[in-house]
């Protein structure tokens, strides 16, 4: 669902904040959605420790939580559609 849409779906897993390009574009993701298709199986703080790490994973200014206020709900920013790619720093 787009950032700006006055209707929403009940069957979404968050919401879409388009930038000038596709790389910036920021992801909201409901809480539940996250723990489950993205963590399964592993612990939620270890995956937001190593997606805020790839420079994926958003976190508030000042605070410890990874979880950003919209609407009247809580949710995960991610900023953009796959994770900078750090390999080619490595290669030299």
């Known amino acids: 669902i ?8 009940t069957n979404h897993a968050g919401f879409r904040r388009r930038a ?3 790389e910036l574009d920021e992801y909201l993701v ?3 959605v996250f723990e489950h298709e ?8 270890k995956v937001c420790s190593v997606l ?5 994973l958003a976190r508030p200014n000042g605070k410890r939580t990874f979880l950003f206020q919209f609407r009247r ?6 900023v ?3 994770p ?3 390999s080619k720093e490595y290669e030299q």
Do not use: L
């Open 2 to 9: 787009d950032w700006n849409d006055t209707y929403t779906n």
């Open 84 to 86: 900078i790619d750090t």
């Open 30 to 32: 409901i809480p539940a």
């Open 73 to 78: 709900g809580n949710f995960y920013k991610f």
């Open 52 to 56: 805020f790490a790839q420079n994926w």
């Open 20 to 22: 000038v390009s596709e």
């Open 38 to 45: 993205i963590c399964g199986t592993f612990d939620r703080n």
């Open 80 to 82: 953009g559609m796959i």
